[in-house]
């Protein structure tokens, strides 16, 4: 079988047709970042089913009394798990090192006898957004919830909660774990 | 007296709307620091100054 190769770079083996050839590859268990250099490995690249492992973190909070009228930073400081070191346990911040999308989930357990309950996602500092219900404190209040996606660019941008009142009186919230937590992950690199 | 408490003592008009999602935001960053305002875009009352706010007691 002949093997050519012209002036222009094109080979030719035989008469075009290949048989019996096995293309060499790396062998199993050799891909590192030697082989491949890791940044220019894109979401586009991964299998269906792969998932990252960007950050993510999830919080429980501290107590907190707070008064009506006016919205006030959670102080979740207790940190459950941040995979990265991206979360502000003396700020009550979430600020990643990855750009991409983050779903960001958070309950607060309050028992308001009167007005409404807010929950807000801010993002360097400005309402990105809400989500309230009428309060009750039947059989000690309800979860007020929000989940959002939010995109941050992993060098300067951080998320918080703030919780809102309006009963006219303080209002000390639930810190039970199992009840007042946030967490977030990234879902989508940018 | 809360600082929410001194604005609708001083503006009786103020309905809860407008601090959940209208022109004024009362905000608090849990720092030990207190409430402040941090907007006022009421379209028609004035923010009130320091010294107004001061006047008011229980």
């Known amino acids: ?190 | 007296m809360s600082l929410y408490q001194k604005l609708i003592t001083l503006y009786p008009e103020l309905s809860s709307y407008d601090f959940a999602y209208g022109a004024i935001r009362i905000q608090n960053d849990s720092d030990g620091k207190g409430d402040y305002i941090r907007e006022w875009n009421h379209p028609t009352l004035q923010r009130p100054t320091d010294e107004q706010l001061a006047q008011i007691t229980e």
């Not at chain 1, 062998?27 to 690249?45: E, K, L, R, Y």
């Open chain 1, 1 to 190: 079988m002949a093997l050519v190769l012209d002036g222009n770079g094109t080979m030719t083996v035989g008469n075009g047709s290949i048989s019996g050839l096995s293309v060499g590859g790396l062998p199993t268990g050799v891909i590192n970042s030697t082989n491949i250099v890791d940044a220019t490995i894109t979401q586009a690249d991964l299998a269906t089913g792969v998932t990252s492992t960007g950050p993510l973190f999830h919080a429980t909070s501290a107590a907190l009394t707070f008064g009506s009228g006016a919205f006030t930073k959670m102080p979740f400081s207790g940190e459950v798990f941040d995979t990265a070191n991206c979360y502000d346990t003396t700020n009550y911040r979430f600020l990643p090192n990855v750009p991409g999308y983050y779903f960001f989930r958070v309950s607060v357990f309050i028992g308001l006898g009167s007005g409404r309950g807010i929950l807000s996602f801010y993002k360097n500092n400005g309402d990105v957004g809400q989500n309230g219900q009428p309060g009750s404190n039947v059989n000690g209040g309800v979860t007020y919830a929000n989940n959002m996606l939010i995109y941050l660019n992993g060098t300067t941008d951080y998320v918080e909660c703030f919780v809102y009142q309006e009963t006219g009186g303080n209002v000390t919230i639930n810190n039970n774990g199992g009840l007042t937590h946030w967490s977030g992950f990234l879902m989508r690199a940018a």
